[in-house]
Structures are given as C-alpha cells and as structure tokens.
C-alpha cells in the first residue's frame, strides 16, 4: 500500500477537513478505495490465515488429547502459557528471528488463537453424550467412524463457538500487527496516532469493529446452517 | 455384503463359564457364569446393581472383553470374530436409547447399512420397512430429529436401528429404565409383539422384578459379586426361588407376580348365570393378578369374565366399567371365582 496522506490534502482541503472536524464523511468516501478498502481486505487476509491455521492445529491438538488423555494436561500447559504473553512482547521476542514479516504476525496469531480454540474443542469433544458413543462402539463402529460421524459432529457448536471467540480476538490483535507490518486496519490506525486529523483514524478503528461483527455474526449463521438438530430443540 | 434379503433366524447364545475380571479388581465382576439362551428367547438378566448384569451383557458384543471362559453365539465363539465385524452383527439397545441427536430418525437407523455398504435403494427401503414395523411412517418421522420425539417414540426407534442390518441376536441394557411408567408399560407390550413376529435371541438387562416377569422367557438372577443366583422361567423363579437371596429379590408378593403369568382365558370358567349380572366384569386377556385386584376392589369373590375386544389392546377391560355392565356390549365367558384364581396361581 502506498502510504497515503496521513495529514489531508492541504491544496484543496474540503470545508470538514479545513474545520479539523472529528471525523469527515466525504474525505472517508474520497479514500475508500485507496486507503481503507485495501486495509480491510488485508485485515481480513491475516485474519483468515491465522483463523484457517490456528483452526487446523487445534482440531488436531483436541482430537489427540481427547485419544491420549495424558498428553491435555501439558499441551494444555503450554498454549495457555504462550496466550499469557502480551501481543508486544511476542512480536518482540519473534522478529529477531522472522523479521519484520507477515511470517511474525501469522506465527503469533496462530499461537494465541490455538489457546481458546483447543480449549473449547477438547471441552466440545467431552462433552458428547457418552450414550451416543457409547451405542456406536455397540453398533460397530471403528474408532476413525465414531470420531467423524459422531464425536466432531456433535462438537460443532463448540467448534463455532470457539471460531467466534477466536475471530474476535485475533480480528483486534491484527491491528497491533502494524508494528510489525506495514499492513491492515492497524496500520492506518498507527500512522494516524501522529497526526491531529482524526477522520483516519477513527474510520478505520470503526471498519475494524464491523468487520469482527460481521465475521461473528457469519459464524453464527454457519454455526445454525451446520447444526440443523439444535434449532428444533424446541419444537 | 453377507446380509441376506431374508430374516436371519436366530441363534443360541451360551455362556460357558465366563469370567470378567477388570484390571485392579479385586474380585471378578461376572463370576463363572454358565448359561445357554435358547435361540428366539428373551433372557432377562436380573439383579442388583454392581451384580455384573451389564458387563455379561457387554461382553457378547466384547464391549467388555472375558477373562476367562467362552461365549458362544451359534456355536461359533466371540473371539474367533473381528470385535467390529462381530457387533455389526448384533443389535445392540441402551437406556435413553443413544440414538445420535445430530441424525435424522431415518439416518439413525440408517446407520450400520451404510456402514456395512449396503446400496441407498435398499437402505431407504430397510428404514421405511422398519419405522413401519414399530408403527411410526417414514413420511412422518423420518425426517426429524430424535428432540422431536417423545421418549416411547425415540425407544422404539432405538429399537428400530438395532434391527436395521437384521441381526440373529439382540441386546438390550435396561431399554425401556427411564421411561415413565405407563409408556413403559406400552413399549413393553409393543417389544413382546414385535418380538412374536421377528423372533430374534434377545438378551435384556433389568433391575425391575417385575419388568423381568412380563419381557422374559427367562431370567438369570444375578447376586453381588457377578455370581448366578438362578436361571429359570419366571413361573418357577417365582413358585421356587433357589435360595434366601432369591426370594427376597423377587419380593414377599411373589405369589400375586405369578398371578400375572397367566390369563383368565386359561381359565376354566364357571358358564354364566342371569344372577352373574351383578359381578364386575374383565376381559379375557387380563391376568389372574388383575382379576384378583377386581374382586378386593368391589369386595365380590368372582369377576364376570367378558370376550375381550378385537384382540387389539387386552388387558383390564373392567377396571374403568361402573356397576355391572359388561364394556361395549362384549359378550359374557362365564365367571371366575376367588377360589379358581387361587388355585390356577399354586398351580
């Protein structure tokens, strides 16, 4: 992204900009397309990796510790450990070694969202009824079987309601990523910290609360779309 | 696969001195136990809890593995199948049915066709022949969810998929336990039906005396310490228990249990007289026990004994009849006396 005027165009400021008014409507249109709409889609871009990723790991991490149960209490240990340390200091620790990279940010989103999603995945798998596993061993089932037909389906309102908390929280931690790349809602955020106009700032700050509202509230949908069961519950 | 189109007959069972021990124990859950299920009968296992009921239970589909002795199921041993292959092909009942909540009723049934390959044609036809043989049409129920039914209904779906990949032999760990009395009593009556038509060797655990002498053919009682106490038809549990133990689990009222093993159509009944009309009346198909409970309710010494309906329901036709009009102008079989109860009971 080219780095765009973080302090107005002063040839032809707008009678809002000119006024140094708190937020200006027609120089947020003016730079959609430059300035914001790039940033979301970068925004979105780290969010997904670390999401599909931290998503992808997790599962595997809850569904051995739910095989071996001796192996959850330090897998446990450890991701809740890594989750305690600050988004700064992380970036700190990583960028001797990655660089000021996408690679930096990617690696510690991932090991933050893989704390909240293993938990709620090894508590989802627990959580199944042990009748149903219980009469599908009965039935005949091989363990690979009970696993996918039985065990992941009934976690999925867990897996959702982990995804949804891990969404969130990465789509915040994002922004502090500007530190460390030149990339996303964060990093107009940051160049507009310098800068008395506040249009830039407070748009995209806003843009960054829409899109975790929307991602939460696509996860919900997907969550009621996957689990046609819960919604007649009471019918 | 080796499902054949027609019924599978069914099998013995026999247990031949099996032995469970689990790791750490110190004494064996299931003690020696030798046992034969005849094929086509119901088997009730009956005792207390901790008596090893259900883990004789799980150790014929080897959801609990012996430790000493063989199980048999048509001559051929437990061991000599593959576990999955073996429990594939046994139909397998639990307490709450644990039906699966995120498949539909006909996807629950559905399942060990599909697992065993079957092809959709013939597994869609299986559930609708099955949902239709426990009297719930696929078009209504097959498509929802096991939330959606009531606890009768999600039994005898429960039921229904143990039937589904046809299995020579059935097993039931206290199927019908948390259901409320009455539907209880109504599942009950439905499985014997069923049971009558599909013939298959069921073996069911309950800890319900009375439950054991209404579903079984017969019933191993089980004491602490996984020990056989008894195997008997119920007739003769009930008219000689084998021991102290015994006779205390199936109850001091076992003489009027017995009374509920027989019906007053097996009766010789006294003919009818006009001087009859006062006596209350009850249907053929209710049991001695029920007759008796008649006569101590209107304080009279004989029921009049009525045709029973279009052999639908049975049962206590007279209880809700006021005064002495037979129900929906049934015709009269005669009389039953006090005396004649009793002595068909000692019987």
């Known amino acids: 992204m080219s780095a765009g005027p973080v302090i107005p165009d002063f040839g032809d400021p707008s009678a809002c900009v000119a006024s140094d008014a708190t937020f200006c409507a027609d120089w947020f249109t003016d730079h959609w397309w430059n300035l914001f709409w790039p940033a979301l889609l970068q925004h979105l871009e780290l969010t997904l990796i670390a999401v599909v990723l931290g998503f992808v790991l997790a599962v595997a991490a809850a569904v051995l510790c739910h095989f071996k149960g001796w192996l959850a209490a330090p897998v446990s240990a450890v991701t809740s450990f890594l989750y305690t340390v600050p988004p700064l200091a992380l970036f700190q620790l990583l960028v001797p070694v990655t660089g000021f990279s996408v690679l930096t940010v990617e690696i510690a989103l991932v090991l933050y969202s893989i704390y ?58 994002v922004a502090i990523a500007a530190y460390v790349v030149d990339k996303g809602l964060g990093s107009l955020i940051l160049k507009a910290l310098q800068s008395p106009f506040n249009t830039q700032f407070i748009g995209a700050g806003a843009l960054a609360v829409v899109l975790a509202l929307a991602a939460d509230g696509a996860l919900v949908l997907a969550g009621r779309l996957l689990t046609p069961w819960a919604r007649t519950r009471r019918a | 696969m080796s499902t054949e189109k027609t019924p599978a007959s069914a099998q013995d069972i026999v247990f031949d001195h099996v032995v469970k021990t689990y790791p750490n124990a110190a004494s064996p859950a299931v003690d020696d136990l030798s046992l034969t299920v005849s094929a086509g009968e119901i088997c009730v296992l009956l005792g207390p809890s901790g008596s090893g009921k259900t883990t004789a239970l799980m150790m014929v589909n080897r959801l609990a593995e012996i430790t000493g002795g063989d199980i048999r199921i048509g001559g051929r041993s437990i061991t000599d199948h593959d576990p999955i292959e073996l429990r594939r092909s046994i139909g397998y009942v639990i307490q709450q049915t644990g039906l699966f909540p995120h498949l539909t009723i ?190 101590v309710a209107e304080g009279t010494d004989a029921v009049r004994v009525m045709e029973s309906g279009d052999g639908g329901g049975g049962g206590e036709v007279g209880a809700g009849g006021e005064g002495g009009e037979g129900p929906g102008g049934a015709k009269a079989l005669g009389t039953a006396s006090l005396d004649a109860v009793r002595k068909a009971g000692a019987a």
């Open chain 1, 116 to 173: 909240l999603l293993f938990t709620t995945f090894l508590t989802g798998l627990r959580e199944v009824p042990g009748d149903a596993v219980r009469a599908a061993r009965g039935m005949g089932l091989t363990r690979r079987q009970i696993l996918f037909k039985v065990e992941l389906r009934l976690a999925v309102p867990s897996l959702i309601a982990g995804l949804r908390v891990a969404t969130v929280m990465t789509i915040g931690i």
């Open chain 2, 106 to 295: 006909a996807d629950n049934i559905a399942t060990v066709p599909k697992v065993l390959g079957w092809d959709k044609r013939r597994v869609k036809d299986r559930v609708a022949e099955l949902l239709d043989l426990v009297g719930l049409p696929v078009a209504e129920f097959g498509r929802r969810y096991p939330s959606q039914l009531s606890g009768g209904q999600r039994q005898r779906v429960g039921i229904a998929r143990a039937l589904a990949a046809d299995p020579p032999v059935m097993l039931m760990d206290e199927p019908f336990g948390a259901l409320d009395p009455i539907t209880r009593e109504r599942v009950q009556d439905e499985f014997l039906a069923l049971h009558e038509r599909i013939r298959k060797t069921v073996i069911f655990v309950s800890h319900d005396i009375d439950e054991a002498v209404k579903m079984g053919d017969r019933i191993a009682i089980f004491r602490e310490g996984g020990k056989l106490a008894q195997y008997d038809t119920p007739r003769t549990l009930l008219k000689e228990p084998a021991d102290e133990f015994v006779a205390r689990f199936v109850g001091a009222d076992r003489g009027l249990k017995r009374l509920t093993l027989t019906r007053l159509a097996e009766l010789d009944l006294t003919p009818a007289t006009s001087g009859d009309a006062a006596l209350p009346a009850i249907g053929a198909d209710a049991s001695l026990r029920a007759a008796l409970s008649l006569m």
